[in-house]
Structures are given as C-alpha cells and as structure tokens.
C-alpha cells in the first residue's frame, strides 16, 4: 500500500514509518519539521519507497494514497504553548484536511488521539466511555480541545459521509528519537541523569503516569489501522503499570548510574494528578497488551541519549 504517515519526521512518526516500510509499504512522511528532525528519518531516505515532503497540514494536501495516519502535531507542552493557536490549527485544520483528503481518496484515516482528552480525570483507570474532565480555557486547552475537536470531527465524517476511521487514545509513550528538550518527565529525567545534573520534581512527585515503550506503541497503531471496519474506536493505546513521577526519577538514576540528586519545583496549571490506560477494549479487540518492561525502554532510551549527547548540540 502507499501511506500516508503526517508528522513522520517526529518521535512516534518515524518509528511508524520505519515499521511500514519493513513491511513492504510506500511511505510518504508529511512533516513542517517544528518538532520532528531530519535525523530521525535519516537512516530511512536510501530507501526507495521512502518519500519525505516538507508541509504544513493546516494547508490542504492533495497526493493519491491508501491509508493515512494522521500524528502531525507537537505533543509536548513546550512545544504545544510555544504558539497555541497554531496548536489548535494544526489539530483542527489538519484534520479537516486530512479527513477531505481521505473521503477524496476513499482512504482510512487513523488518527493519533490522546489521553489528554480525558483532562484531569475524575475516574481512574480511565475508560474510553469516559468524557473527561477538561478546562477548555487553560494554558494545556489548545492542545486538549484541539484533540477533541480533532475526534468530534472524525466521528462526523464517519457518520456523515462514511469514512472508514480508526481513533487511536494514546497514553504517555517513550523511547529513542523523543525529543531532548522537550519537557517531557522521561526524556528529562534521562538528558537530566546523563549529565548529572540535578532532576527536576514538579510537585512531590506523588502523581502517578503509567510509561509505553514506543514498539508496543506503534504494533498497536498497526493493529488498530488494520482492524475490522466496525472498530473506530476510540481505543485507549498505552501500559497501564503505574509509576510515581519520583518513582520513574528513583530508577533513571539507577539505570544511569548517576550521581544526581532530586529537587522539587511547584505543580504547573493543570496537570493531571492521575494518569492510567483502561486498555481491555485494546486487548479484547486488537489482542494487543505492552510487553515491554519499563526497565528494558528505559535502558534502550538511556543507550540512544547517551549517543545523541555525544554527537550532537541539543539545541
Ligand atoms: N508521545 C506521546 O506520548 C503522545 C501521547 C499522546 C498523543 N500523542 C500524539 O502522537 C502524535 C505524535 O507525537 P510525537 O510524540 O511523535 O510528537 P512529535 O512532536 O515528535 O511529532 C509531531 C510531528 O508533527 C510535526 N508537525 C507539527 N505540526 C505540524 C504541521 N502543522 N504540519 C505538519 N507537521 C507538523 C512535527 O514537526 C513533528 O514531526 C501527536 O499527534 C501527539 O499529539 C503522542
């Protein structure tokens, strides 16, 4: 199949992209380059079936494809509040647009969802029936509404005009390739540990996440993608084994073998205090579960910062 993947220059993206052309598909990656990187897919563009163009989803895109997964969107609250209304249009112009470009083509259109529709959830785990506790005016809104809106609409052109739609809900994912500055608790606390610098607690670092490795990740989009018709999901993608955010910062500097100590700074606005994948609709339906223990991702994602801090200027 040719496929279309949007934002395969960034984290998830170009593992995706790695993962279909191993299966024999004709990659197209979409991408603005605002938080994904040429490195990441550098190791793919000797491929013939690889085929990268530089745009900005929030335009319409006319190219001839089978399937599309829709990932373009900066995922972390740096890069997220750096320009929040581009946020918001990215998320909802890109899907009006990759929708349009889907019926056009008689496409299916998967599109990466996440956890942050739930907001600060009142119920725990959470399940997809659940609607979520969301501020629609906050500092996190461009990124969480927008995603809403992003699903409203998905839902509207199945309904409306039938397109074949597969919403994927996904829950804190790490490994390789994530961005190095981007705020996020893993990739931080690696970068932090590896250079032995002080790691940073918001709060007491009694909030819980529960932590994806990227492989588990992205079999479950494939599986989702590839799904039987009646399955537009929602469907919740994530591990549901939780962890203290102080917990996670304990077995970094352990894996690290750092000499870092723990400092704590205050909770920023709105950040949820309880975060845990509800995934029996994923493992009902898809036969998917992670398998990847945490120690195993985060020593492989330790061994790809610890390269990247040695060839490259982070900034
Ligand atoms: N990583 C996670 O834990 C996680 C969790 C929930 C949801 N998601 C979703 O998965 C998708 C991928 O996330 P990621 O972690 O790989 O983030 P990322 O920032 O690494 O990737 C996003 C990609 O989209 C591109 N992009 C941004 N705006 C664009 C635009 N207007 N036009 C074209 N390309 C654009 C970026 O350049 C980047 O390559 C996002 O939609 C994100 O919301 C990720």
């Not at 956890?115 to 029936?129: C, F, L, M, R």
């Not at 039987?228 to 999901?233: H, Q, R, S």
């Given at each position: 199949m040719r496929i279309l993947v949007t934002g395969g220059a960034g984290f998830l993206g170009s593992h995706l992209c790695e993962r279909l052309l191993s299966e024999g598909h004709d990659v197209l990656c979409v991408d603005n380059f605002f938080t994904g990187r040429k490195r990441n897919i550098a190791h793919l563009?000797?491929?013939?079936y690889f085929e990268v163009m530089r745009h900005d989803v929030t335009f319409p895109l006319y190219v001839e494809v089978d399937q599309i997964y829709n990932l373009a969107c900066p995922a972390s609250p740096v890069h997220y509040q750096h320009d929040p209304v581009q946020t918001t249009k990215t998320s909802v112009h890109g899907a009006i647009n990759m929708l349009g470009l889907a019926k056009r083509l008689g496409a299916r259109i998967f599109q990466a969802s996440t956890?942050?529709?739930?907001?600060?959830?009142?119920?725990?785990?959470?399940?997809?029936?659940y609607w979520g506790k969301v501020n629609?005016?906050?500092?996190r809104s461009c990124y969480d509404e927008g995603k809403r809106c992003a699903e409203t609409l998905f839902f509207d052109y199945y309904r409306q005009h039938n397109l074949s739609i597969k919403v994927a809900r996904i829950f804190n994912t790490y490994g390789p390739r994530m961005h190095p500055n981007d705020g996020r608790v893993v990739s931080n606390f690696v970068v932090q540990a590896l250079r032995g610098e002080n790691i940073t607690i918001y709060g007491e670092g009694q909030q819980t996440r529960s932590f994806c490795y990227v492989d588990d990740l992205i079999e479950g989009f494939v599986r989702l993608m590839n799904a039987?018709?009646?399955?537009?999901?929602p469907v919740n993608l994530g591990n549901p084994n939780e962890f203290t955010i102080r917990e996670l910062a304990e077995r970094v500097i352990e894996l690290t073998g750092s000499s870092s100590t723990l400092i704590f700074k205050p909770l920023p606005e709105d950040d949820p205090k309880q975060r845990q994948p509800d995934i029996s609709l994923a493992k009902d339906r898809l036969k998917w579960s992670p398998t990847i223990e945490l120690d195993e991702g985060l020593t492989k994602t330790i061994s790809y910062f610890d390269e990247l801090l040695k060839i490259a200027d982070l900034d």
């Open positions: 563009m000797s491929n013939p956890s942050e529709v739930y907001g600060d959830p009142e119920v725990h785990p959470q399940s997809e029936g629609p005016i906050g500092i039987p018709e009646d399955l537009t999901g």
